[in-house]
C-alpha cells in the first residue's frame, strides 16, 4: 500500500528565504496528521551546511516519520557546458544530502525551456545531464525521479519538458534502474495537457507522486488550454485547492496506479490555505489509498 508524505507548500518563503521557520517547527505542525514522511526541499536554510542533514533526518524520525523524498530543481538546459556542470555537480551533492536524510528518491528537472534552444538539441542536452548523475545515484542507493514539472519558484522561464510530448520522448530516453517518474496531475493542467493521459503514458515508470488539486477561478477548461497552456507566467485561472475538491479526477489516477503495482510514496503538495485544509487532504488520500489498494 502506497505511503503518504507532505510537502511544505504553504511554507517555502519562512523555511527558504526569510527563515522564520525552523525545520523543528515544520515537523511539530505536520506530526498531528499522522503522515508516514515529509518530503524536503534542498533549498530549506538549514540544509544549507551538510553537517545538519543527519539532525534534521533525527527531527523527523522522532516524530515517528521519516524522509523519502528529496525535492531539488536542477537547470539542465544551461546553454553553457561550464554551467550545466555546475549544474551536475549541484545534483550530485543534493543526491548525497537525499541519502544522508534517508530518502529513497531526489528530484530531477530537465531545466528551463528558453527561447533559443530547440526540442531535439534540448534533449540530447538534459539526457546527458542526467545520465552523468545517474552513477551517483547508485552509488547511494538513491533513485533519480523527473517530474512533469512547471516552474521552479526562482527560474525566469517554465520547464523545457512541461509539454507532455517533450516529457514522454525525455522519459523514453533515459532507461536505468535508478530512474523514474514522479507524476503530478495537477501540472499536466498547467501544461494544457490532460493528467489521465500523461499518466497512461507513463504509468509503468512512476516511482513517486504529487498529490494536490486545482479548480478554475474562471473559464472553463476549454478557456484554459486556448490561454495558458504551456504559456510563460502562471495560469491566472487555476488556484490550489483542496484535494479532492478540485479537477483531478483521483479514483481515476488511483485505479491506474493500482493496477499497474504502484506501491511506493505519494506527497502532498497543499495546505497553502492552512493545516485544517491540508489534514482534509490526508483524510481524502487515505480513503482512496484504503479504497484502491485494499488488496
Known sequence: MPKL???????MAQLCRDGSMTLQQWVNLAAPLELDGLEYYSGMLELAEAANWAKARRQVEAAGMVIPMLCCSPDFSQPDLRLREIEVEKEKT???MAATLGAKYCRVLSGQRRPELATEQGLDIVVANIEACLPEAEKCGVTL?????YKDDFWAYPEFAQKMDVFCALVERIHHPCFGVNYDPSNAFLAGDEPLELLERVKHRVVTMHASDRYLLSGTLEDLRNEEGGALGYAKRLAHGEIGKGLNDYDAIFRTLSAVGFDSWISIEDGVNGM?????SVKFLRGKIARYWAD
Open 5 to 11: 508524505a507532505a510537502f511544505p507548500k504553504a511554507f
Open 94 to 96: 543534493w543526491i548525497r
Open 145 to 149: 525521479i523527473l517530474e512533469n514539472h
Open 276 to 280: 485544517d485544509q491540508l489534514a482534509a
